[in-house]
Structures are given as C-alpha cells and as structure tokens.
C-alpha cells in the first residue's frame, strides 16, 4: 500500500482545532506530512503542554488515519509543543521587546505568603515542559529568588550584543535570571520610589541579553502601592497570577491585588489564584490534612472574583528546605508536590493561552518622570 500526503491531509481535516472552528490543518496545527510506502510521519504543533492534550492528539490522528485511509498504516507523529504568541507583537514605548512573548506577573497582596516559592517552581515546571523560561525578581523589599536558585553568589557579567553591552542573566535548572538583589547589598534596606523602581527593572529587561523567551516571570514585591503601579503601568504585562494562602488577612489582601490588575488605568488580564498553604500534611502521615489558615479561602475568593482557580499546594517542610538550599521542590521528580505544579503550570498556561486569543497585548503606559511632571504643570 502507497499512502499519499493528499490523502492524510484529507484525513487530518476531519479532527477539529481547539477553538475558533477550524480544523488541525486549517489552524495551521499541522506543520508537515511525510508518506512513505504503508508509513507516514505527521508533525503537529500544540499550544496545550499537558502530557493528556499530547496524548489526545496522537490518539486521535492515529485513529482517524487507521479509519479513513489505511487501517494498517505506520503512523509517526511528532508533536511539538509552542508556546502561546500574541497576535501583535509587545509594544512599549514605541519599542517592542525582543523575543520575550509573555511577562506573567506573580503578585500577592501579602508578603510571606509563597509568592517567590510559586514563583520559582513555575519556572522550573516551565524549563521541564520545554518552555524557555525567565525571571525577573523585582521584589525590592525582599529579592529572595538568587537564594532559591542558589545563584546568591553569581553577578550577571557584562556581554557585547550587536555593539551593545548588556547584562548577562545567571542560570541554573534551564531557568535564566535577574535579581534586583545582584545590585543591592545583602541585608540593605532599599528603599525606592515607584518610578526609580520601574526604571531598574525596565533597564534590567531591555540592557539584558535574555535571548528568546516564551516566559518573564516578574516576581513583584508584595502589596499594592504606587511602586505595583509604576512597574504595571512601564511593562506590557501578558497577566498576573496572584499567590494567597485561605488565611482572612492574606485574602483580604489577594482581593486589593486582583482590584489593582483590573483597575482601568493598569488593565492586566488576572490569570488566576493560587492557594499556598492549603492544607498541612506531616510527612509521615500523607492523608492527613489539616487546614491550618483555613479551609479553600483562595478557592472561594476565586469563584466570587470571577478569576480562573489555578491550583493549590500543601505547606510542608520539604517546599521551604528546597527553597533553602536553592533546589526548587517541583525540580524533584515522580512527586506529588511536582505534580501539584504540573497542574498549576498548565493551568497558567492555558489562561495564557486563551488571554492570547482573545484580548489585544497589554500596552505599556510610559512612566510619569519628573521631567513628564514639570512639562505636565506648565
Ligand atoms: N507551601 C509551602 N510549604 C512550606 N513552606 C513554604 C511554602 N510556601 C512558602 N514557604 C516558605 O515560606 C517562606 C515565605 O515564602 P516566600 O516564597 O519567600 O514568600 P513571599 O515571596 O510571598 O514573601 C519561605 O521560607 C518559604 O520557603
Ligand atoms: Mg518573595
């Protein structure tokens, strides 16, 4: 039997895209077909990193060729997987940001409450799903992602790029970084006004050589002042995932930062909320749960603010050692906790996904400098 790529296509239109209507060769999710004799290869591009959404595709491509061309035909079907794109490109100032596709904002309302652990261990589930991933530590009160990466006492070292000299990230578990915490000495307290803040972290983002991104994780400092306001209103912001634990005083404050990405003058799309410290499970006893700081409080929230419930993660010591010692927990495989990050990460990646198809890309607002002011008063 001589299989023809005419055939397969054929074959290949029949299995719907997600959204939009289209079939797989329509969305363009086919990206080749090679027939030889009774084999065929099909090379297909998702956006969906879940191992499931894999697997469904293949079984499905599988089935349909068996059923409408050949039954005993040797299919190959590589699957590669991309990271959602916007539909324009990043626009700042005029100037867009070189190869960086999403900045995804981590915020929490309340500092302590796991934001640079989430952080962190997104990234490396990212890194391990394939994604090229970046963060941005832009918690001046307290940079704690050098420590989480054990990278505490590397510097970004000085690199020509096209002429241009540019800050190097550090890396470490497939994960580039930069720490406002490289430029201030341990243990200072620095203090910053919004604008002198924003102005760091956008000279961190366009004087660094971040090379190809799909995602900039910005680990944002805690709370919801006029510095949150600079950096949002600087940075065009994919969304924002925002950390609470169920504990009153932490929703309380999750509630003001979910407010802040959704008041007009910022406007980034929350992608959802992720409650840390859950529950407590002693290691010894795994099916006990103890609901400490209370029971689904940043689920519930979730629900009443119409925001997408991204997952939630135990308290146990094992997450803070790793944090410690600057090997992310979900770096350890065939865990439960990697895949309770598993499944935030994809969540958080659907919703990117989604907010991609549907909204424009956020537009950065220039930052209010005092020149700005004083040309504003004339
Ligand atoms: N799920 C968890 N289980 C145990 N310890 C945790 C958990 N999440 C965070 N921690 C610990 O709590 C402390 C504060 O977390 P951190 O991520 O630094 O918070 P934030 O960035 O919001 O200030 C750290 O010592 C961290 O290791
Ligand atoms: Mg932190």
């Known amino acids: 039997m001589k299989l023809n790529k005419q055939d397969i296509l054929k074959a290949l239109e029949t299995i719907s895209a997600p959204g939009e209507g289209q079939n797989m060769v329509e969305s363009g999710a086919v990206t080749n077909v090679i027939t030889f004799g009774d084999e065929v290869v099909v090379d297909i591009t998702?956006?969906?990193?879940?191992?499931?959404?894999?697997?469904?595709?293949?079984?499905?491509?599988?089935?349909?060729?068996?059923?409408?061309?050949?039954?005993?035909?040797?299919?190959?079907v590589n699957v590669k997987v991309e990271a959602p794109t916007k539909s324009a490109p990043n626009v700042i100032k005029g100037?867009?940001?070189?190869?960086?596709?999403?900045?995804?904002?981590?915020?929490?309302?309340?500092?302590?409450?796991?934001?640079?652990?989430?952080?962190?261990n997104i990234a490396v589930t990212l890194a391990?799903?394939?994604?090229?991933?970046?963060?941005?530590?832009?918690?001046?009160?307290?940079?704690?992602?050098?420590?989480?990466?054990?990278?505490?006492?590397?510097?970004?070292?000085?690199?020509?790029?096209?002429?241009k000299s540019k800050m190097k990230p550090v890396e470490n578990y497939g994960v580039k970084v930069l720490s406002i915490g490289f430029f201030t000495k341990p243990d200072q307290a620095v203090v910053w006004?919004?604008?002198?803040?924003?102005?760091?972290?956008?000279?961190?983002?366009?004087?660094?050589?971040?090379?190809?991104?799909d995602f900039l994780l910005l680990d944002l400092p805690p709370g919801t002042g006029d510095i949150h306001l600079s950096i949002m209103q600087s940075l065009p912001i994919t969304g924002a995932v925002v950390v609470s634990t169920p504990q009153n005083v932490a929703l309380a404050d999750a509630k003001k930062g979910v407010a802040m990405f959704q008041q007009e003058s910022i406007s980034v799309p929350v992608l959802g909320i992720v409650e840390n410290m859950a529950y407590f499970t002693p290691a010894e006893l795994p099916e006990n749960k103890y609901y400490i700081f209370g029971k689904q409080g940043a689920k519930n929230l979730a629900e009443d603010l119409k925001v997408p419930f991204l997952g939630e993660l135990p308290l146990v010591q094992s997450i803070r050692e790793a944090g410690d010692v600057?090997?992310?927990?979900?770096?350890?495989?065939?865990?439960?906790?990697?895949?309770?990050?598993?499944?935030?990460?994809?969540?958080?990646?659907?919703?990117?996904?989604?907010r991609n198809d549907n909204l424009p890309p956020t537009e950065a607002i220039k930052i209010t400098t005092m020149a700005g002011c004083s040309a504003v008063k004339k």
């Open 326 to 354: 600057g090997h992310p927990a979900a770096l350890q495989t065939a865990t439960p906790l990697e895949q309770e990050f598993e499944k935030i990460t994809q969540n958080m990646v659907q919703e990117v996904v989604k």
């Open 46 to 76: 998702i956006t969906n990193p879940s191992l499931q959404a894999k697997k469904k595709t293949e079984v499905e491509i599988l089935q349909t060729i068996h059923k409408l061309v050949y039954e005993k035909a040797k299919i190959k």
């Open 95 to 120: 100037k867009n940001i070189p190869g960086i596709q999403n900045i995804v904002a981590i915020a929490s309302g309340k500092g302590g409450v796991g934001k640079s652990t989430v952080t962190a």
């Open 128 to 163: 391990k799903m394939g994604f090229k991933v970046g963060i941005l530590d832009a918690d001046i009160y307290g940079p704690s992602i050098p420590i989480m990466f054990d990278v505490v006492n590397e510097k970004p070292l000085a690199v020509n790029v096209e002429g």
């Open 193 to 213: 006004r919004g604008p002198m803040a924003a102005k760091a972290l956008n000279q961190m983002i366009f004087d660094a050589a971040w090379g190809e991104l």
